[in-house]
């Protein structure tokens, strides 16, 4: 199953957009200790300005459960 994910950071830390990116990713309906999780980084960007002044890094992935 694909499931999709996007983080964020506030202070541009690759690192912490992505371990944002995957806490947000959909639970797994059928999790087992030993199964491999495959993760692609679709996009980084940023978004900035706007009515609510966002100035983040977004990192958007992908996996394959």
Not at 24 to 42: A, C
């Amino acid at each position: 199953m694909k499931v999709e994910g996007v983080g964020y950071s506030d202070s541009f830390c690759f690192d912490e957009a992505f371990e944002n990116a995957v806490q947000n990713l959909p639970k797994d309906d059928n999790p087992f200790p030993d199964k491999l999780i495959k993760i692609t980084v679709e996009s980084i960007g940023a978004e900035l300005g706007g009515i609510a002044g966002f100035h983040r890094m977004v990192v958007r992935i992908s996996a394959v459960y």
